[in-house]
């Protein structure tokens, strides 16, 4: 199958400039800027906030140091943005009752996912991963300073499956590798109440020592409200994730994390879906 080859940076600003305009102009409809100008109102003011502009202040993408395809981006969603995503996942119905703890869709995301979707490729790309200097403080253990692999960001639709998990104070999720039948590259934004979320080695497989006890040990990943995990290659195959909320095991910086109701959506890609052709 052929590829597609990978836009430089510079043509890539200058196409993003194109579709989505500049800082100033906010009237075209595109879904990027759609998402951002919808996300900047205050469903309860009507307050507007000044759009920030799409290539100052990109946010911040921080490798996890023991895990390749590991990273978090801490500052994803302003609380405005949650709020807003919050009121999209109600007006789905959602959180209707206390006992409805997920919700998927599967093909044709709802217009939020897509513009979420998007917001997502735009800001990888605005993390300035596919330039040709190397901030090697930046990059994760294998050297890639890219927070998403390039050949994932720009497969089409970049997901088309959803998953909204409700949790409960203490509920959360046993230890897993994402199903198969999904592709490489997940994402998960955060909501309300912030949790640990740990990993560990899959796979018995490694021998020496030291990969034995790293096989036991467990890696906490602090999830706050707003932040996005992009998961793929050795984290997405070789590592489980779980989220414990048991009393005792949402510890952070020596304290209990306390616990309200935690929302997170998921974006994956189902195997073997093809690309629609032009
Ligand atoms: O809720 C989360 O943050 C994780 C959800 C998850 O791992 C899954 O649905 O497979
Ligand atoms: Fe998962």
């Not at 023991?66 to 949650?82: A, M, T, Y």
């Not at 979420?116 to 735009?122: A, H, N």
């Not at 998403?148 to 999720?173: C, D, H, S, T």
Request: proline content about 5%; glycine content about 6%; aromatic content about 8%.
């Amino acid at each position: 199958m052929k590829r597609k080859s990978v836009p430089k940076m510079e043509e890539l600003k200058s196409v993003l400039r194109e579709a989505f305009g500049g800082s100033s102009s906010d009237s075209d409809g595109e879904s990027s800027h759609e998402w951002r100008r919808r996300l900047q109102i205050n469903d309860s003011s009507d307050e507007i906030v000044k759009p920030p502009s799409i290539f100052e202040d990109p946010q911040i993408w921080e490798a996890i140091a023991e895990i390749n395809g590991l990273w978090i981006c801490r500052d994803f969603l302003s609380s405005v943005q949650q709020s807003s995503l919050l009121s999209a996942l109600e007006k789905e119905g959602y959180f209707a009752e206390d006992s409805h703890n997920q919700a998927m869709r599967f093909g044709d995301l709802p217009p939020w996912a897509i513009d979420l979707s998007q917001y997502i490729r735009e800001n990888v790309l605005l993390s300035d991963c596919l330039s040709e200097s190397t901030d090697l403080s930046r990059s994760d253990k294998s050297g890639t300073t890219c927070p998403f692999a390039p050949e994932l960001l720009w497969r089409e639709p970049l997901f088309n499956q959803l998953i909204v998990n409700i949790y409960q104070p203490g509920e959360g999720i046993c230890a897993h590798v994402d199903l198969m039948r999904f592709e490489d590259g997940i994402a998960i934004v955060s909501l309300e109440s912030s949790c640990v979320m740990h990993f560990s080695l899959a796979e018995a497989e490694y021998k020496n020592a030291e990969e034995v006890n790293r096989e036991f040990a467990k890696i906490p990943v602090l999830l706050t409200p707003g932040s996005l995990i992009l998961m793929w290659g050795e984290a997405r195959y070789l590592w489980k994730h779980e989220i414990n909320r048991k009393p005792g095991f949402q510890k952070w910086d020596g304290h209990d994390i306390d616990q309200k109701r935690r929302t997170s959506v998921t974006l994956r890609r189902l195997c073997g879906q093809t690309e629609p052709t032009q």
